[in-house]
Each structure stands twice: as C-alpha cells, then as structure tokens.
C-alpha cells in the first residue's frame, strides 16, 4: 500500500503531468478522452503491437488555436511480472489553427520517437511513463522551440484505475494537455 501511495503522490508532484490520449506500454485496445480537450484511439495489431492516434487542443497553447495530433506504432519490448516497456514510433504535428495570428508558431509533421513504460501496481491501478522526443521536421511563424513543442502528444506520466472490465479513470499529464482522462477498453 506504501508503494501505491508513493506512486500516486509522486505522479501528482512531478512536471506537468498529462492523461487519456496516453497509449499505453501493455498494449490494450482503448478509445480515451481527456480534460485537454483530446481524444484518442489504439487498435491491438497483436500481443505485442497496436497502432493509434490522438488529436486534440492543449488550454496550455491557447484553446482551439494551436492543435496537436500523432498517428503511432508500439511495439512491446518488454512484459515481465507487472512491468512493461515498448518503444514507439510516430508521425506528429502541432499546427497553429490560427491564420491570420503573426505570433503563431508550430510545425505541420514531426517524428516522434520514444519509450512507454507501464506498471501494474494492482489489478486495478497502473502507472504510465512515456518519454516521447518529436523533432518538427517545418517550422513556421515565430516556433520559439519551447519544451511543449518538443515533447509529443503522446509524452506523459499517468495513474489509472480501473473501474470495471473495459473502464478505466486516469490522471496525469500528457502532451495534449489533459489532467483527468476516460478510456474505454473494446
């Protein structure tokens, strides 16, 4: 219980912490919403590779004026006990959805590349660590390079609970901005 409760406070204290369009290390099948105003799909291929997605408008950036969107593969390296490690590979974009603004700033597609670390403390609760590092491959406007430009959407650090079978309440950050997230399992 300790261990949980530790895990829960450190979750809480690290860096901005993001949510829901998280995809996850132990491969599930799942679409999510989260509080960032995101959403988010994940398809198994296999035991050990899903392909998904997430779209969504970070508060952060200013709503509905800066969007952000990836299209990712995972494959699992790793599923040991409770832990699990996958790498992920993907296409991004943080564009600004604001034309006629001369401080925008942004990138239309980027790589992302990076590794999503999934522990399950409990039947009922996970923990999740994605490093995610995006390299914007056309910049435009006044793009300052700031941290959120270079950590992609599916950056983040989350807990999640299971409710039931194919229900789960998470909360954490992400790099769509989302704090509080709802994934349902199919």
């Known amino acids: 219980m300790k261990k949980v409760l530790f895990a829960t406070i450190l979750s809480l ?3 901005p912490v993001y949510a829901s369009s998280l995809p996850d290390a132990d491969i599930t099948q799942k679409i999510g919403i989260g509080s960032g105003l995101s959403a988010s799909i994940d398809f198994k291929i296999d035991n050990r590779v899903s392909l998904g997605g997430s779209i969504g408008s970070p508060i952060y950036q200013g709503l509905f004026t800066y969007g952000r969107y990836d299209v990712r593969l995972l494959y699992k390296f790793l599923d040991q006990n409770k832990l699990s490690i996958s790498g992920l590979v993907g296409v991004t974009g943080n564009p600004s959805l604001k034309w ?6 942004g990138y239309w597609v980027g790589g992302e590349l990076g590794l999503a670390l999934a522990y399950q403390f409990t039947s009922q609760l996970t923990g999740r660590l994605n490093l ?5 491959f056309d910049k435009f406007g ?7 430009g270079y950590s992609g ?3 983040g650090i989350e807990i999640g609970y299971k409710i039931n079978r194919n229900l789960e309440l998470t909360l954490g950050a992400n790099g769509q901005g989302d704090v509080l997230g709802l ?4």
Do not use: A, E, H, Q
């Open 183 to 186: 994934n349902f399992n199919f």
């Open 100 to 105: 006629s603004d001369s401080n925008y700033y």
């Open 153 to 155: 959407p599916s950056s």
């Open 132 to 136: 995610v590092g995006v390299m914007p």
């Open 142 to 148: 006044k793009y300052s390079g700031y941290w959120y």
């Open 13 to 15: 204290v690290s860096l």
